[in-house]
């Protein structure tokens, strides 16, 4: 089967394109309270940055200069929350899947280099600040032991709302003598405040999170919930000087935010309307329109047929040079300042048409 099209992009306006066709900076500019503005991204560094990544690591620093320039008072940063508890490897014992984190492996030094690299270039192309903070961080920041008394407290409410398979809180600590973890929760109880688990190879182990929530991991929908609820909390209190926005991508958006944070938030006794703004970023997509998928490539060969430079921004770079990154910088760039663009999603043809011919 032959494709063909005949590269005219249409921009049909329905949704938030309606309501923010012309200007979405100067909404978020009313919205915000405080005169510094952190804009937060996260992402697992456990292989050079897939191109969605890119979009979206772009979009936070072309947001935060716009705010500068558009506000003419505020201030404005990039926050890239690592995501290094996400597995390395996983390992099954007695039908049991245990996982080894990120921060334990080799495999997130290498990553890191990369990522650094582009916050770099980003940071000097548009002359805005950034941090990085990694989850032992995160949760060593005062609000989270009792974000997680609350939801431990509460957890018969939420936990099928969380995982509606099984019904599990998924909260979890690694074991301290080898850093292996339940990684579904299997042999692992959370009581008041302490989580109990299981190793394999060094029996059970106790972790009483109100004194040590630094070592509290999460998977992918409890861990948006804790973020979201500690950003809100950031954001109204008079003890910092800033608020933070979200960017993450396209995928998250609707019915997972929606049941996943906003519902379980809720019950939880937290407004929503205190949670932070989340701008999506659009997803890229292959031809069939299913979101080009890193992991695929990486674990199956998919995407043969694809230039490898929109796969990972190790062979964009390899094909361009970091200059590559220009590219969809300005890209970023046109879907603030033509905010319809913004609520949309992208064929990955549409890029490739960007690197080798020119802007559509």
């Known amino acids: 089967m032959e494709l063909k099209c005949d590269f005219q992009v249409y921009h049909p306006l329905g949704g938030a394109s309606y309501v923010f066709e012309h200007d979405i900076i100067n909404y978020i500019?009313?919205?915000?309270?405080?005169?510094?503005?952190?804009?937060s991204?996260?992402?697992?560094?456990?292989?050079?940055?897939?191109?969605?990544?890119?979009?979206?690591?772009?979009?936070?620093?072309?947001?935060?200069?716009?705010?500068?320039?558009?506000?003419g008072d505020k201030e404005a940063s990039v926050l890239f929350e690592v995501v290094d508890t996400a597995p390395s490897k996983t390992i099954e014992i007695n039908e049991i899947?245990?996982?080894?984190?990120?921060?334990?492996?080799?495999?997130?030094?290498?990553?890191?280099?990369?990522?650094?690299?582009?916050?770099?270039?980003?940071?000097?192309?548009?002359?805005?600040?950034?941090?990085i903070r990694n989850q032992n961080a995160f949760n060593s920041q005062k609000e989270i032991k009792n974000i997680l008394k609350n939801i431990i407290s509460k957890q018969d409410k939420i936990r099928y709302l969380l995982d509606p398979d099984n019904g599990r809180l998924r909260m979890r600590?690694?074991?301290?003598?080898?850093?292996?973890?339940?990684?579904?929760?299997?042999?692992?109880?959370?009581?008041?405040?302490?989580?109990?688990?299981?190793?394999?190879?060094?029996?059970?182990?106790?972790?009483?999170y109100m004194k040590n929530s630094n070592r509290v991991e999460y998977n992918t929908p409890l861990r948006n919930?804790?973020?979201?609820?500690?950003?809100?909390?950031?954001?109204?209190?008079?003890?910092?000087d800033y608020e933070i926005i979200r960017i993450t991508g396209g995928d998250y958006a609707g019915f997972y935010q929606e049941e996943l944070?906003?519902?379980?938030?809720?019950?939880?006794g937290y407004k929503v309307s205190s949670l932070p703004m989340i701008l999506y970023c659009p997803q890229i997509l292959d031809w069939s329109g299913a979101k080009l998928s890193k992991s695929l490539y990486v674990k199956e060969g998919a995407y043969s047929d694809l230039p490898k430079y929109v796969i990972n921004y190790s062979f964009l770079k390899e094909k361009f040079g970091i200059k590559g990154l220009d590219v969809i910088m300005n890209e970023t760039v046109l879907w603030l300042n033509e905010p319809y663009r913004l609520f949309r999603n992208y064929s990955v043809y549409y890029f490739i048409n960007l690197f080798e011919k020119g802007r559509l």
């Open 29 to 39: 500019l009313r919205k915000s309270k405080k005169r510094k503005i952190v804009i």
């Open 41 to 71: 991204v996260g992402a697992q560094p456990n292989s050079s940055p897939h191109f969605g990544t890119l979009c979206v690591f772009s979009l936070a620093f072309s947001l935060a200069k716009m705010i500068k320039e558009i506000s």
């Open 97 to 131: 899947k245990y996982q080894k984190d990120l921060k334990d492996s080799n495999k997130m030094k290498d990553s890191m280099n990369d990522f650094q690299e582009i916050l770099d270039y980003f940071s000097e192309k548009n002359n805005i600040s950034y941090s």
């Open 173 to 208: 600590c690694t074991c301290p003598k080898c850093g292996l973890v339940d990684k579904e929760g299997i042999n692992t109880t959370i009581e008041n405040d302490i989580i109990k688990s299981i190793c394999p190879e060094h029996g059970e182990y106790i972790v009483n």
């Open 225 to 240: 919930l804790v973020r979201a609820i500690l950003y809100g909390i950031v954001n109204e209190s008079s003890d910092y």
């Open 261 to 268: 944070l906003y519902k379980v938030a809720s019950i939880l």
